[in-house]
């Protein structure tokens, strides 16, 4: 298994970064005499199932027999409002939290307590945090490569590529040399973005992505989103509270309440449901969906 992570805030700074960037198995390193040790080619979405899973934080019960089924290649949303365990969930996707209880199965591969038995088959995996927190002392195509570069994944010419193409995969193409400490957030999200397709991942993960965005820029996000889906095929699992969001750029969206999932379905399904909670969130908290 292979992470591939974007550093997150200031506060988890380079410990984790570096922790993080270095979980490469190396059974992943393969043929000799290729630009690349690591076939970058062969990225695969992952399916993701999530079965009765608890955790707690001292007395607080914070995930509550959670159950979800994320199909490969699928781009999917868990909204909900602040604090029911919309991050926890997703950072035990990405292990990097254990569950009480409970099982995540990657392609059908337990995570946690029978891993090492049968565990997953390698595969890439990149989650964006909160903030894009990129390297400021670094270019952006620095910022982009720092991963291929420190592993010395590739040869530098086929780095210079890998970097040209990835920006240019989410509109910023010839931005390599611009100084990251100039660019405006949404360009920073981008080029966050950017940094985690480095390592075409088989399974991407945002955390809020469109926290402290404009709405114009938020728009021009959800766009590039909806873009990569187009041009990659790996699974994309998005946590956030902009229902708008979630409704423009999802296959489907789970609704996360107190702890449990209260709802799974095509953002139409979504936007038509009965359930109180699901019409309580559209209505009072995003003020109504856009456009309607
Ligand atoms: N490491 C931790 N230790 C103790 N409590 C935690 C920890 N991480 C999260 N929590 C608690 O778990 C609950 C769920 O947190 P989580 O961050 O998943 O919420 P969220 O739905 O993502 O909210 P937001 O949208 O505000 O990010 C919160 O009450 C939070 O305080």
Redesign the pocket.
């Known amino acids: 298994m292979v992470f591939v992570s974007q550093m997150d805030s200031a506060h988890d700074g380079e410990g984790l970064f570096h922790k993080l960037m270095h979980g490469l198995a190396p059974s992943f390193f393969h043929k000799e005499g290729c630009d690349c040790r690591v076939d970058l080619t062969d990225t695969r979405g992952v399916s993701i199932r999530i079965e009765n899973l608890n955790k707690y934080?001292?007395e607080?019960h914070?995930l509550k027999d959670v159950n979800l089924a994320i199909n490969a290649g699928e781009t999917f949303c868990i909204i909900?409002?602040?604090?029911?365990?919309?991050?926890?969930?997703l950072r035990h996707i990405v292990k990097l939290d254990r569950p009480d209880s409970g099982e995540i199965f990657i392609d059908g591969h337990p995570v946690f307590v029978n891993a090492g038995k049968d565990t997953p088959s390698d595969y890439r995996y990149s989650m964006v945090f909160q903030s894009s927190a990129l390297f400021n002392s670094l270019t952006v195509g620095e910022n982009v490569g720092l991963w291929l570069r420190e592993k010395r994944i590739c040869k530098e010419h086929r780095i210079r590529e890998i970097i040209r193409e990835k920006l240019a995969m989410v509109g910023l193409e010839n931005t390599e040399q611009l100084k990251t400490s100039e660019l405006s957030g949404g360009m920073k999200k981008r080029v966050a973005i950017a940094r985690s397709l480095a390592m075409n991942p088989d399974l991407i993960l945002y955390d809020?992505p469109t926290a402290e965005l404009d709405p114009v820029t938020t728009d021009e996000l959800a766009n590039t989103i909806l873009k990569l889906k187009e041009t990659t095929k790996n699974t994309t699992i998005i946590?956030t509270?902009d229902l708008n969001f979630a409704l423009y750029v999802s296959d489907r969206i789970a609704m996360?309440h107190d702890g449990r999932i209260v709802d799974v379905g095509t953002p139409t399904e979504i936007k038509a449901s009965q359930n109180p909670i699901v019409r309580g969130f559209i209505y009072t908290t995003t003020k109504g969906i856009k456009g309607e």
């Open positions: 934080f001292g607080k914070v909900g409002p602040s604090g029911t365990g919309k991050s926890v969930l809020e946590v509270h996360m």
